[in-house]
């Protein structure tokens, strides 16, 4: 089984942009997607149900914000949206969606960002130790789950390009990446990471700056976690670099699964 995590950047555009051609080229099973800003009645009509597959949606409520949505080919059933809790129990951002398929849990999430203001990164922050909280349960279960999505945090200095010029920026901050320890201590695999070793990169963001996508200097904030039973039946995982460099400012992440 293969899985894709994507941001789009806003999904409208990544269609004009030629999305339709990876979807075609990585043929997943699973596509998972983050940023989509936009509700499913503003897609094409020939979107409605591309390529065969199930659409799940759960957009921002506000317009041209946030939102996730899941798309399947291999049956899906939606288990819920948002955590129930902390400051937006409503999820009104649109920043979880939580689906079932055969043989599989996907929690498709997108974390805040701090970057823009520092009541953001306060408000993510808490959110970040709410989800812990709300995770938690998905790890004690014979089931694959996967945490898939934008997380909004690079853990690692090898999960960025220039590490130290990056030290006290939203993202990279040290307490994001302690949080981020906490999380792969309560048992959660970062499965790109256990595939890769400890390599500089590959990265999933790039900045619009400069030169940063063109060189590739990026960061690597788009994941693909599991718990135990996922990693057992995991297999490579990927990023496809041109993605991001064609139709969003970020990748697809690739994961495949024996399932």
């Known amino acids: 089984m293969r899985i894709v995590s994507w941001n789009l950047n806003g999904i409208r555009a990544a269609i004009r942009k030629g999305l339709d051609d990876f979807i075609s080229l990585l043929d997943a099973d699973i596509w998972m997607f983050q940023e989509v800003r936009a509700f499913p009645e ?5 979107w409605e149900s591309p390529n065969g597959y199930d659409l799940a949606w759960h957009p921002a409520e506000k317009k041209g914000y946030s939102g996730v949505s899941t798309w399947s080919k291999v049956g899906m059933n939606v288990i ?3 955590m129930g809790i902390g400051d937006d129990p409503m999820d009104l951002e649109g920043r979880i969606l939580t689906t079932e398929h055969p043989g599989i849990r996907c929690i498709n999430t997108y974390l805040p960002s701090g970057s823009a203001r520092d009541d953001r990164q306060q408000f ?5 130790e709410d989800w812990l909280q ?3 349960p998905n790890l004690s279960t014979d089931t ?3 945490v898939v999505g934008d997380l909004n945090i690079a853990h690692q200095e090898i999960d960025i390009w220039n590490a130290r010029s990056n030290q006290m920026t939203s993202g990279f901050l040290p307490q994001e990446r302690a949080w981020f320890d906490r999380l792969l201590g309560m048992g959660w695999h970062d499965l790109c990471r256990q595939d890769w070793g400890d390599t500089q990169g590959p990265y999933s963001w790039w900045s ?5 996508r063109e060189e590739d200097k990026g960061w690597r904030i788009d994941y693909i976690l599991g718990n135990d039973a996922a990693r057992e039946t995991f297999q490579n995982a990927r990023i496809v670099r041109a993605g991001g460099l064609q139709v969003s400012d970020h990748a697809p992440v690739v994961a495949d699964f024996k399932l």
């Open 124 to 128: 993510k922050e808490r959110w970040m």
């Open 208 to 212: 619009n700056r400069g030169r940063a």
């Open 80 to 82: 819920g949206t948002g």
């Open 42 to 46: 503003q897609l094409p009509k020939d």
């Open 134 to 136: 709300w995770l938690s």
């Open 144 to 146: 694959p789950v996967v």
